[in-house]
């Protein structure tokens, strides 16, 4: 199948940066958000990432004016009439997923596909939800999206492979790599990131060492490019905790359980980067 029309729904940090991949391996994007300031702050954001781009020599300015004419926004989720393609980048919230793919089952063409960015919720129960189940599947990027090279894919139980192949070939004209993965709770990334995170909450919670300490450790220790607080920081600890909670609910294990202190954090408000304070202080 020939996927030519594209509409990202959820204009956020990852919905921008998914639009904005799409653009620029040459597909038409629709950008959709029921607000019009997260609208303009994500096509903002775009725009002000093709300019540095362009600033170190890495774009040219005519490709960076032909990808943002690839791109439009709207906040009418109609416009997803004529797309081959729909990738939803909302809250994870399953009940909000599913009223938005219950529309998108009724406004999209019958061959549409209809993909979820969710980074830990259940895809076999979304696409329980529409008509056409074998046509929804998981397409889970990793945040800074246009940095970060993998796609994890994740086929609901009743993903057909028709389905899987196209998203598969679409990944790679996207210069990602995508990777298969069954639909279990956290899939593989968070399944493996989270409890580490969650880890690391513990370890200030103990008291066992500053914060500053704890990333010093990973950073310089392991080699990982954030130390894990920094990088819950930098997810949102509202995320992180909702991710805990999936794993913790759906293996009913209590390894999985989340870190008091990270629900504390949650509860203040202290979100991380995009509240301005989480485990670090942010300007
Ligand atoms: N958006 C877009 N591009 C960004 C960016 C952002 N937020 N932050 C950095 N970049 C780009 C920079 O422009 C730069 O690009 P060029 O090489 O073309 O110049 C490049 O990334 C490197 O940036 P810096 O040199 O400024 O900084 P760095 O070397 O520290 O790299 C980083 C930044 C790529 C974010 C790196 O710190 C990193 O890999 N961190 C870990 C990220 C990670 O683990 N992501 C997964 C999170 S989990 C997830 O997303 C799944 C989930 O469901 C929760």
């Not at 894990?228 to 390894?255: N, Q, R, W, Y």
């Not at 304070?277 to 942010?282: A, K, L």
Request: aromatic share 6%.
């Amino acid at each position: 199948m020939t996927i030519n029309r594209v509409m990202v729904i959820g204009a956020g940090q990852m919905g921008a940066g998914i639009a904005q991949v799409f653009a620029q391996a040459g597909l038409e994007v629709k950008l959709n958000d029921m607000s019009k300031d997260s609208l303009e702050q994500g096509v903002s954001g775009i725009e002000q990432r093709l300019s540095r781009a362009v600033g170190k020599g890495k774009l040219r300015e005519e490709a960076r004016t032909d990808i943002l004419n690839r791109l439009s926004s709207t906040t009418d989720l109609k416009e997803a009439s004529d797309c081959d393609l729909v990738v939803e980048a909302v809250i994870e919230n399953m009940d909000v997923k599913v009223n938005v793919f219950q529309q998108l089952d009724e406004i999209t063409p019958p061959h549409a596909i209809l993909a979820t960015n969710t980074s830990s919720l259940p895809i076999t129960e979304i696409a329980a939800a529409t008509k056409r189940p074998s046509q929804v599947i998981g397409m889970h990027f990793m945040n800074p999206v246009p940095v970060m090279k993998l796609v994890e894919i994740i086929r609901a139980i009743q993903t057909s492979d028709q389905t899987y192949e196209a998203i598969e070939d679409m990944t790679v004209k996207l210069n990602k790599t995508p990777v298969e993965v069954e639909d279990f709770p956290g899939f593989v990334s968070n399944r493996i990131l989270m409890p580490m995170i969650n880890e690391a909450i513990y370890t200030v919670h103990e008291g066992v060492a500053s914060v500053e300490d704890i990333d010093a450790v990973m950073k310089l220790g392991m080699n990982h490019p954030m130390g894990p607080l920094t990088l819950a920081d930098f997810i949102g600890l509202d995320t992180c905790l909702s991710i805990m909670e999936v794993l913790h609910e759906g293996f009913g294990d209590s390894k999985y359980r989340p870190c008091p202190l990270l629900r504390k954090y949650v509860k203040a408000g202290w979100l991380g980067k995009k509240s301005g304070r989480g485990f670090y202080i942010y300007d």
